[in-house]
């Protein structure tokens, strides 16, 4: 009777995680290259969603799109664009992330890196641009499927043309893949999202771990 009590409780004592979660994001993205020097200047607003798969509580791959525009004025001219940026990103949480009835190491918050590829329509969505993605985040697993997190992710642009006019462009391409001469976009959202996709695994603390 012991010996079967003790062999069924790993599993009893199971995890429940999510593969997935899906969300929407809002806030402001500004621009910094030839018309604007530094961050947080001509800020406008910026909205999009989300799709992440949950690889584990460390690691998870998520796809969004943002859409965001571009206005400002410089040199006595006025320059406008509009953006819908798509990127991919891998997300590192530095503590194990998620809400664990068992295992005390999960963690229901965590700051977390990533890095990814990106592209984007501009001029009218008539242009395609390539960027890389990077940014630092803090999210909060504040209720059994619901998230809250707060991103600040710039995109270098392998380009010198997002302002969308030929006067703030590299025009003869004396840039070249020099990024320090590319322009950039930045963008701080805060995201709510929900979980879904349930995947059941053996708890850490009764010997039988998945991470």
């Avoid at 799709?51 to 998870?60: G, L, M, Q, T």
């Avoid at 796809?63 to 798509?86: C, M, P, Q, V, W």
């Amino acid at each position: 009777m012991g010996i079967s009590i003790l062999l069924s409780l790993p599993l009893a004592a199971q995890e429940e995680h999510f593969l997935f979660e899906i969300g929407a994001l809002g806030g402001c993205s500004y621009y910094v290259g030839e018309g604007a020097e530094h961050i947080f200047m001509n800020v406008r607003p910026e909205y999009g969603g989300f799709f992440r798969y949950k690889y584990n509580p460390r690691w998870n791959f998520t796809a969004k799109g943002l859409y965001t525009d571009l206005k400002l004025d410089y040199s006595g001219k006025h320059y406008e664009n509009r953006f819908i940026n798509i990127d991919a990103t891998a997300e590192f949480n530095f503590l194990p992330y998620g809400i664990a009835k068992y295992d005390m190491r999960i963690k229901p918050y965590t700051p977390f890196m990533y890095l990814g590829v990106g592209a984007t329509l501009h001029n009218e969505f008539k242009d395609v641009g390539v960027y890389i993605p990077f940014g630092i985040g803090f999210k909060w697993n504040y209720a059994k499927h619901g998230h809250l997190s707060i991103l600040w992710q710039h995109n270098l642009y392998f380009a010198d043309n997002i302002e969308g006019s030929p006067d703030l462009s590299n025009t003869y391409d004396m840039n070249g893949w020099d990024i320090l001469n590319n322009d950039w976009m930045g963008n701080l959202v805060i995201s709510l999202s929900f979980d879904f996709g349930v995947r059941h695994s053996a708890c850490m603390v009764c010997g039988v771990g998945v991470y």
